[in-house]
């Protein structure tokens, strides 16, 4: 063991720990922090606890400060991380007897915590609009294809007809559970923690509503250890986040198999496909496998984040700050990559819609509502119809429906059971078992058109909050403007 001590920051701390903090806070942090110093110089001179003179001082020269420079800036040790930098920087261009109260009654905890939130409401409604893109253009399928016959699956294997409109209103209705989970999260992310300092407040009186207001949030952290301690924030966020990609993942899976040459339901335009450097004739539909890798990523990362929080003390620790912050930002960059990459390749893409209808018909898929028929024409039970329609289905040799419809007549005739075959034959018919299922949900057309209705109604609604709320943090980001600009401008 060396007898030889380390000044502070020792090299191997330097590199290992500060060295990436400082470039990560350069990356996704500083326009976030010089927004928080701005607010928090006007809401000290609103409060009486600096003067106006200070606080144009430090305005003017957080204004002043070189950002490019701050951005491309190298880790050298100098200071211990981008916001000590910051204040460094500033004290040049303000002084420091001005620049030195900016820290009055704040911590490098709130700020910190205030990044954080300022930054992942961000991603959130990143999210959010990418998802919405990806609606929209699934909705249009769904209009298009409202009737289109396709064979739907159970167990990987066909089960009964349905329509593209259909399954694609599935996804979309999925997708607008993500939208609610996903404002919904927001409005707890966007509370404003600055004013907790360290984790117990100031004894100065701050105003701390008006760093909410400046800062676009919509409420406070009130209890100031919870502001700093808490991080049920994150684990929210990244639970709607996780949750939202397992369902775009298992949705890219069907859309990969579609492709696939024995399916033959889904062709991607040329925009979207990859050749091979040897085989000639590949049509590779690599987006969609992109696209599932790329939310299994966010998927794991947003795991990730839940198990480093995982028994953490309650209270002012790293594991939910600078080292976790990255794979946060890096979950929802990938998420959103995989959500924008599936909604160009499907706005483009066409589908096999005969070949569909073909096997909607195959493999005697209508086969349920020939029971169904049977109960509703004759009153046996279910069980009996069930047993009936079995037998047939099972000692058929082929696909050849009139051939199993003279099948079924005549086992019914040999039961005592009085039913036309015409019944059967329309039983049969895809497009029958379709027409038929008029419940809440169902694919048919007097089932489906109010689905769509609801859905392009709430897709509407879901764009306005979106909109609504960005202008909303853009208005802030005037307010702060103009507050900054009124004490800058002052002349006494």
């Known amino acids: 063991m060396s007898n030889v001590t380390s000044s502070f920051p020792a090299p191997i701390y330097r590199e290992q720990v500060l060295a990436h903090i400082f470039a990560d806070a350069q990356h996704l942090f500083l326009p976030s922090l010089l927004e928080i110093d701005r607010a928090h110089a006007v809401m000290l001179y609103r409060s009486g606890i600096i003067t106006r003179e200070t606080a144009s001082a430090c305005l003017q020269g957080i204004d002043a400060l070189k950002l490019e420079e701050l951005r491309s800036a190298i880790y050298d040790g100098s200071v211990e991380d981008l916001f000590f930098l910051v204040e460094k920087q500033l004290a040049d261009i303000a002084g420091e007897e001005h620049a030195g109260r900016l820290h009055t009654a704040r911590s490098r905890n709130d700020i910190d915590l205030t990044m954080y939130r300022m930054v992942l409401r961000s991603n959130l409604l990143g999210i959010l609009n990418a998802s919405l893109e990806l609606r929209s253009v699934l909705l249009s399928i769904a209009t298009q294809y409202r009737d289109a016959l396709m064979p739907a699956y159970t167990h990987n294997q066909p089960a009964q007809p349905t329509t593209l409109g259909h399954y694609m209103m599935a996804m979309i209705e999925i997708l607008e559970r993500d939208a609610e989970r996903l404002i919904a999260c927001f409005a707890r992310v966007n509370r404003n923690p600055l004013g907790a300092c360290a984790i117990t407040t100031t004894g100065f009186p701050i105003q701390r509503d008006i760093t909410m207001r400046l800062l676009g949030f919509n409420g406070l952290v009130v209890n100031s250890y919870g502001a700093i301690a808490a991080v049920d924030y994150l684990a929210e966020a990244c639970s709607a986040l996780a949750t939202a990609m397992l369902s775009l993942g298992r949705f890219a899976q069907d859309m990969l198999l579609w492709s696939t040459a024995e399916f033959n339901f889904l062709r991607l335009s040329n925009g979207y496909v990859q050749i091979s450097s040897i085989m000639p004739q590949k049509r590779n539909p690599v987006p969609l496998e992109h696209t599932r890798i790329l939310a299994s990523r966010a998927l794991t990362e947003s795991h990730a984040v839940l198990g480093s929080l995982h028994n953490t003390p309650f209270a002012d620790m790293n594991d939910g700050e600078d080292s976790l912050q990255p794979l946060v930002a890096l979950a929802f960059s990938d998420a959103q990559r995989a959500l924008t990459l599936i909604a160009g390749a499907l706005s483009e893409a066409t589908f096999n819609t005969e070949h569909m209808q073909q096997r909607a018909g195959s493999s005697f898929l209508p086969v349920t509502e020939v029971a169904d028929t049977l109960v509703r024409e004759t009153g046996i039970s279910f069980h009996d119809a069930h047993t009936i329609v079995s037998a047939a289905v ?72 979106l909109a609504a709320t960005r202008a909303n943090l853009e208005e802030a980001k005037v307010l702060l403007h103009r507050e900054c600009e009124s004490i800058i401008q002052f002349h006494p």
Do not use: C
Not at 408 to 425: H, S, V
Not at 433 to 445: E, H, N, S
């Open 394 to 465: 099972k000692s058929a040799t082929s696909d050849d429906v009139p051939a199993v419809v003279n099948d079924l007549f005549q086992r019914t005739q040999e039961a005592g059971i009085n039913i036309a075959k015409e019944k059967l034959q329309q039983a049969m018919d895809p497009e029958y078992f379709v027409a038929i299922r008029t419940i809440t949900g169902g694919p048919a057309a007097s089932a489906m058109q109010p689905q769509i209705e609801h859905a392009s109604q709430q897709l509407q609604l879901d764009q306005q909050w």
